[in-house]
């Protein structure tokens, strides 16, 4: 972990100017017969305020809850969610970690891998993280590591995925008794901001109709509260715990997803941070901004095949490859099903995931196919595959 931390980014508690007035005198002004425009408004950082996470970690060590926004795949991001965590821990807090990436559902098996009643592997499949979420693991890895060597409470926040979908078809409204009964019992819509917001995602997708985003606003909303009030509910039952909720950007922004839905139901201490690259400097979005140094992954070692999500009797069925497919480059063809990965047995696309987890670009991995040809009888074939 220490290399980690070696370049584990600095915070910045930032502090901006008024915006600049200017006189309509001034806006008047032409240079060489040309209008010049108004200016407009100005922010001033001042760099005497830049601080770093060990100070911003003092300042919010004292909050009952810490928000800590993300996007998704920086891995930057998860590296200051690990060192938010660490912090507090270290400074005595007694932590509680609130994870979007999880469904409520799958909260026993969250709590099985935390105690270390089951594996890495079993608890990628039966979280079902790889179809539910689908996100580079690796990417919160170290987070959950953490916690299960530390046995710190992982929440999973979110709401059945099929609940969500199911909005996205009908609405709230056309939900059935048992449906309703999994949706949160309080849902504010009077924020119209939120409802700004939210729209100008919408009108970036193309589906420009009214009922549209009635319901995409809803599946939004539905998102925000129930995740709020799973996370109020386990402060309530957990009055010694500091919760960290870690969530997307667009969840945390200018308070008005997950935390002020919180905050209505538990009325706690908090605090708001967001990384700051490539976001306008804007005070309202967050309590504190994080400008942390980009920071990749390795690259992942990939067989170059694509999938048929559709679960067979034996193996995962190859439907085509990528440009430059070690896999097609062994001699495996569409048709052909995986089932084997290395030592992995294959009946999922969660089991190959799994296989090649840890799995550089270079390395040959055997795979083990099952081909059934148009005359004669199955064979079972086994390729050595550079994995690109």
Sequence with gaps: MAARRSILPLALAFVLGAPLAVSPAAAAETVAGAAVPADTPTRVLDPRTLTNMEQLLDAIADRRVVFVGESHDRYEDHLN????????QARGKEVAIGMEFF??????????????????????????????????????????????????????????????????EVGIDGL??????????????????????????????????????????????????GMAERAARYLQEHP??????LAGAGHLEYGQGIPKRLLRRQPVSAVSLLNANQRELDPAAADYLLFPRPV??????????????????????????SEDSGAKAAGVKEGDRIVRVGEQPVSTYADIRIALIDALPGRRVPVEVLRKPLIGADEMLIFDVELR
Excluded at 131 to 142: G, I, S
């Design 81 to 88: 969610q690990l060192k938010v965590i660490q912090g507090l």
């Design 103 to 168: 469904q409520q559902p799958y909260q026993s098996v969250v709590d099985a891998y935390i105690n270390g009643a089951i594996d890495e592997a079993a608890f990628l499949r039966q979280t079902e993280y790889f179809d539910r979420w689908r996100y580079d693991y690796r990417l919160y890895r170290p987070i959950l590591q953490f916690a299960r060597e530390h046995q710190i409470p992982v929440i999973a926040l979110n709401l059945d995925s099929a609940l969500t979908k199911r909005v996205g």
């Design 176 to 225: 059935d008794p048992q449906e309703r009964s999994r949706v949160p019992t309080e849902i504010d819509r009077s924020d119209t901001a939120y409802q700004e917001r939210v729209k100008a995602v919408f009108d970036q997708h193309p589906m420009p109709d009214k009922k549209s985003f009635e319901r995409f606003i809803e599946v939004q909303l539905l998102w925000d509260e």
């Design 240 to 245: 010694n715990r500091t919760l960290v909720v």
């Design 296 to 321: 990749d992954l390795p690259q992942s070692g990939m067989l170059g095949v694509m999938l048929n999500p559709e679960v067979g009797d034996q193996g995962v069925e190859i439907q085509g490859f």
